[in-house]
């Protein structure tokens, strides 16, 4: 019988001390972000989706050879003025590392990550991004 309310006694001595730490953190505000209405700012260097400056790149596969996952095709054509032209420029963001080796290389700065992290996708070929139709310009 004295077992019994031991039992009890503890029992009770447990809920108190897991409402001791629900109540402490009941009246703090809460932490929680709303996702559509609120959105996380990324940190500057953080890396998600990637964007070309059509205007910029020259063409000179730097990006490509330096990528360790191959995720970059680029197809190039010499135009009338001896200067190399973008026929081609995709990504394979599903199996992009995101390491930034592709970035480093460029001489003129044509491809960047940008913080972009709102870019899910139903079917995975839908991640064969064409950056030449992508948009010239990044968004910031």
């Known amino acids: 019988m004295l077992n019994y309310?031991?039992?009890?006694?503890?029992?009770?001595w447990s809920l108190l001390v897991g409402m001791k730490v629900t109540l402490k953190f009941f009246?703090?505000?809460?932490?929680?972000?709303?996702?559509?209405d609120e959105k996380w700012q990324m940190p500057?260097?953080?890396?998600?989706?990637?964007?070309?400056h059509i205007d910029k790149c020259i063409g000179c596969l730097a990006c490509a050879r330096a990528c360790?996952?191959?995720?970059?095709?680029?197809?190039?054509?010499?135009?009338?003025?001896?200067k190399l032209v973008l026929d081609k420029f995709?990504?394979?963001?599903?199996?992009?590392?995101y390491c930034g080796l592709c970035v480093d290389p460029?001489?003129?700065?044509?491809i960047v990550f940008k913080t972009d992290y709102e870019w899910s996708v139903y079917r995975r070929k839908e991640l064969y991004i064409d950056l030449?139709?992508?948009?010239?310009?990044?968004?910031?």
């Open 5 to 12: 309310f031991k039992n009890i006694l503890t029992g009770f």
């Open 68 to 82: 360790p996952d191959n995720d970059l095709e680029i197809e190039t054509h010499r135009g009338e003025d001896k």
């Open 44 to 52: 500057e260097r953080s890396r998600g989706m990637l964007y070309l």
């Open 27 to 36: 009246f703090k505000p809460a932490i929680t972000m709303q996702y559509p």
């Open 106 to 110: 460029c001489p003129t700065d044509a």
């Open 90 to 97: 995709s990504w394979c963001a599903d199996r992009c590392a």
């Open 132 to 140: 030449l139709k992508k948009g010239k310009e990044p968004k910031k």
